[in-house]
């Protein structure tokens, strides 16, 4: 009887080996001056040969990468002290330990979800100037369309009759014109990025969604799955400011279907970097800014950029949350000195911050935390390191996990090089101008208007208040609202996360109307009042006195 269960669990252990070693989705984001590969499984900017992060990319140009591949690490323990995590490398000889789809509710693969979705601006300002002029879609975008969103009733058919899941957590992210819950683009509803706290139109030029998991064997790291579904988004904005243009960004979703609590967790970042010749880089971190780059060890980087090499960051904007709802801090910016592979324990440690070599870690866990330009700072320049391969992991952590959570990690890839720069002014661009970067985010990722960003549809935060008047503020139970002139549609009303706490259609046109709050707890909210020309006006309303 053991025998026949050996063999059992050794067939099912070869046949998810084999599945994994299949080659996933993969697709292009060409946008500005960026071309980057990503894959459904989760594997970034590497075709699994060679790395795929090409920057600048100049159409006839010869093609140099900045990473040989890049990704996320998740890891943990259960209850019971056992490991369990996953990490992305190279997938080299079919080794991963993400494969492409969704979970089900059991936390088991759906056989869902496994190709890469693209929408492009385009597509959605096609949408929409289609429903705008009378309300109905005469003729469908197949993208917008076939988006992987909640509930999309068209899905199958654009899609190949395949089926689309239905999760309480939701899929892609989308605009909810009629504030259903669910996406219909017959009604009016399109693509948009999501993220924590926000649900608006956003000018970005294209997207990428796809979704993977880590229910599948291990063959990558060896530990234990951990049942966990990430959805990916993978954006970059149509902007003529070359530090966006420079840039592509992911958004993590990551949601928990595992059945009891994973504590001391951490969720890594992972880049290969490779500024062209990949054997004569450096790295570095800043705790100021939350991010760490790669550079040059020298001006020239010889078989590769040759001169002006660029330095390449990765900058983490938005961190997850711990169990007690605040965002977990950027812990640890660790090199991988060792050679891959490693065992399981040794992945781990690196997340929770211990080198692999049981050397004492900076006393804020970051490596190499200074300007390189500054010999009294710490840098690879100032410890007279020698210039070679860099691998590198940052981590958010230690926090827990339940069944069911959903969290966010957003992170921006950018390179610096401009005309004649050096290498050391390159460096110095980095540093003035990275925060720029969470700018965009701060807004419900809307570049703000002092950067030169070809803007897409309106967005709720680009329309002042005008004179649209909210009386009482503060409110109690009843507000009454007058509009500046006749033509609205629809009222929209935000908490102070973005969450949509009330919507309502206008059936009837009037300058004044009478809305009931006494059911909305007290706080700080958002009022939109949207015209038929899709244009809004949005005011601040506080509730008192509950």
């Known amino acids: 009887m053991k025998t026949k269960s050996y063999f059992f669990h050794l067939l099912v252990f070869l046949f998810l080996q084999n599945v994994n070693a299949q080659t996933p989705d993969s697709a292009i984001l060409e946008i500005n001056n960026v071309k980057v590969q990503v894959n459904a499984n989760g594997a970034l900017f590497t075709d699994f040969t060679n790395g795929q992060f090409i920057a600048p990319h100049l159409p006839g140009e010869p093609e140099i990468s900045t990473f040989r591949a890049a990704g996320i690490w998740i890891a943990g323990l259960d209850p019971g002290g056992n490991l369990k995590g996953a990490i992305q490398l190279y997938n080299e000889t079919g080794k991963a330990d993400f494969q492409p789809g969704t979970l089900d509710k059991n936390g088991s693969p759906s056989g869902q979800l496994k190709d890469i979705f693209r929408v492009t601006k385009e597509d959605i300002e096609e949408h929409r100037a289609d429903f705008n002029d009378n309300g109905v879609i005469d003729n ?19 899609n190949n009759g395949d089926t689309l899941p239905n999760p309480t957590y939701g899929l892609a992210g989308f605009w909810d014109e009629n504030v259903d819950g669910t996406y219909d683009p017959s009604n009016g509803d399109f693509p948009i990025v999501d993220k924590r706290g926000c649900h608006f139109d956003l000018p970005v030029a294209e997207i990428l969604w796809f979704v993977f998991n880590d229910n599948t064997a291990h063959t990558e790291s060896q530990m234990l799955p951990i049942n966990i579904e990430i959805q990916c ?23 928990y279907r595992g059945l009891e609590d994973v504590d001391s967790l951490f969720i890594g970042t992972f880049a290969d970097f490779d500024i062209g010749n990949p054997n004569d880089d450096f790295f570095g971190s800043s705790s100021l800014h939350n991010l760490f780059f790669g550079y040059n060890g020298d001006e020239v980087d010889e078989g590769g950029y040759e001169n002006n090499p660029p330095v390449m960051s990765v900058k983490h904007i938005r961190g997850p949350l711990s169990e007690f709802l605040g965002e977990v801090p950027l812990s640890y910016v660790m090199p991988i000195n060792a050679p891959l592979p490693l065992n399981a324990i040794q992945y781990y440690q690196l997340l929770s911050g211990t080198p692999q070599d049981y050397q004492l870690a900076p006393a804020n866990g970051f490596f190499y935390d200074g300007n390189p330009n500054d010999p009294t700072a710490t840098s690879e320049i100032s410890e007279g390191n020698t210039p070679g391969n860099r691998r590198v992991l940052s981590s958010y952590g230690p926090f827990s996990l339940e069944p069911g959570a959903v969290n966010e990690v957003i992170i921006s890839y ?27 985010f701060e807004n419900c990722i809307n570049p703000p208007h002092d950067i030169p960003c070809s803007q897409g549809p309106v967005s709720l935060f680009d329309v002042s208040a005008g004179s649209l008047h909210v009386f009482p503020n503060p409110a109690m139970r009843t ?23 009330f919507g309502e259609t206008l059936r009837q046109q009037s300058l004044k109307i009478e809305i009931d709050i006494q059911h909305l707890q007290n706080g700080i909210y958002f009022l939109a009042a949207q015209k038929e020309d899709g244009t809004f006006f949005r005011q601040k309303l506080i509730i008192v006195g509950r």
């Open 479 to 501: 507000m009454f609202l007058e509009f500046p002139e006749l033509g609205f549609s629809r009222l929209l009303l935000f908490d102070l996360n973005g969450k949509l706490v």
């Open 414 to 440: 950018t390179f610096y090089q401009s005309p004649g720069n050096t290498t050391s002014q390159n460096l110095e661009e980095m540093y003035t101008s990275s925060d720029t970067l969470e700018r965009i």
């Open 140 to 158: 469908p975008n197949p993208n917008v369309f076939g988006w992987p969103a909640q509930g999309n009733p068209h899905f199958s058919q654009y």
């Open 233 to 255: 988004e993978a954006f970059a904005f149509d902007c003529q400011e070359p530090l966006i243009a420079n840039s592509v960004f992911t958004r993590y979703e990551i949601v």
